[in-house]
């Protein structure tokens, strides 16, 4: 094994992958000595798994192998990085060993927190506790609807940003909703939906009209409360009320159902190195994608700092600004540092052959694709959500491809939206 690259890549995943096959994309017959350090043998489709959880979608169509995805003329250093040295630019292993490098892209996602919530680690999976955040157990969260009783409770939960797919907690809660009117019974079962943060999404243009939806399934709706425990044998939940005219109160509620999302952070590699901020993210230029400190390193996707929704949608964006910046100073030029503009898509899974297709950038502005009103639900964007995008994912994206539609950056919402 090789102990120096050009090019070191740390993480394997959405982010890595693309910038690698992009790289090896423009090199045009240019040898770049590429490596990606990445532990897995699997890569899963993330934004599929609330579509397993609702029975609309298989978890086997989710997964890869990871070696098939590598793309041709990259070294696949199969291990795990330990420590970032951005001085000595060197990665160190956890087998052993080290990597040198002379430039560095930082990418290896984020690590979700199943032991921060008392009882999650040890009633997941069981219980009628279950997450769409873990391909281990997203197929219990279709076994539970299933077999959720008439007049039951369902709880679905949201802890404090950043996540994966801020949209994620919601849409489970809005497919449970459905199936449950479907079969006749929502009218008896309570669903409640309890985010930590003061409103429905973090672009309000969105928020408004997912009030508006879940208000129709009679979804009740709880902001500023965190769960902070789970009693599998009771069924219980506890949630500390965390702003609002309750603030500083700890309520517990009874469930049959109870979809925790585990708080997120960044994983200690990135934490612990001299590229990370005072949160642990991976301090970026949030246009240029370039480190604050170290200008031979990058960092795109869950790890990095930029304060965008953590998404597929975001890399797709990320990372030609990244290949292209790295190609720069490759080549003694100067790096583009208006490049990425905060986009990021969501699309929200409202019912059963229903999206609403949430599009924005830095700021919260609303950046459609579609020429079409970005408020409303409609059956065209389930066709892509389930499968035109994985197609895009797999066939495209992650073969390093880079002409996508342009999102509309010149979008003026409609006032009456805005007022209302």
């Known amino acids: 094994m090789a102990r120096h690259h050009q090019i070191l890549i740390v993480g394997g995943g959405s982010a890595g992958i693309t910038v690698a096959a992009s790289l090896q994309n423009h090199a045009h017959g240019d040898e770049l000595d590429i490596a990606i350090i990445d532990p897995s043998s699997d890569h899963y489709y993330q934004p599929a798994f609330t579509l397993v959880g609702a029975g609309s979608y298989k978890l086997k169509d989710t997964r890869r192998d990871e070696a098939r995805l590598i793309p041709d003329g990259v070294q696949w250093i199969q291990d795990s990085a330990v420590n970032i040295d951005p001085d000595d630019k060197k990665v160190g292993l956890s ?30 999976g069981r219980n009628g506790v279950c997450s769409n955040y873990s391909p281990k157990h997203v197929e219990y969260t279709w076994e539970s609807i299933k077999a959720f009783p008439r007049g039951g409770t369902a ?19 809005y497919l449970m909703a459905d199936y449950l009117r479907r079969g006749g019974i929502l009218q008896d079962c309570n669903v409640h939906f309890l985010p930590q943060s003061p409103s429905m999404f973090g672009v309000p243009f969105f928020a408004r009209e997912l009030a508006k939806i879940a208000d129709d399934y009679g979804i009740h709706k709880h902001f500023h409360h965190n769960l902070t425990k789970i009693d599998g044998t009771r069924k219980r ?26 708080p997120q952070g960044p994983l200690r590699v990135v934490k612990d190195s001299a590229v990370s901020n005072d949160s642990g993210w991976v301090d970026v230029h949030k246009h240029s994608m370039q480190s604050t400190t170290h200008p031979n390193v990058f960092s795109l996707g869950d790890a990095c700092s930029t304060p965008n ?6 890399i797709r964006k990320q990372a030609p600004v990244v290949v292209r910046n790295l ?7 100067s790096i583009d540092e208006e490049g990425y503009d905060g986009y990021g898509s969501c699309p ?42 994985p197609l895009m994912y797999w066939n495209y994206m992650l073969k390093g491809h880079e002409a996508f539609p342009e999102h509309n950056t010149d979008y003026n919402a409609p006032k009456q939206a805005l007022r209302q």
Request: glycine share 10%; charged share 20%.
């Open 327 to 333: 190609l720069a100073l490759i080549q003694g030029g």
């Open 155 to 173: 709880l679905f939960t949201q802890p404090a940003m950043p996540i994966k797919c801020p949209g994620a907690p919601q849409k489970i809660a």
């Open 309 to 314: 929704s953590k998404t597929a949608a975001a």
């Open 95 to 124: 087998r052993g060993g080290e990597i040198t490098y002379d430039f560095l892209v930082v990418c290896p996602g984020l690590i979700c927190n199943w032991s921060s919530i008392e009882g999650l680690a040890e009633n997941i």
């Open 348 to 389: 929200l899974t409202t019912a059963y052959g229903k999206v609403l297709m949430a599009e924005f950038t830095y700021g919260g502005k609303v950046t459609p694709t579609f020429a079409l009103d970005p408020r409303k639900e409609r059956r065209s964007y389930w066709w892509i959500k389930r499968t035109g995008l």
């Open 237 to 262: 939940a506890t949630f500390a009320v965390v702003g609002g005219d309750n603030e500083g109160q700890t309520i517990e509620m009874d469930y049959d159902l109870l979809h925790a999302v585990p």
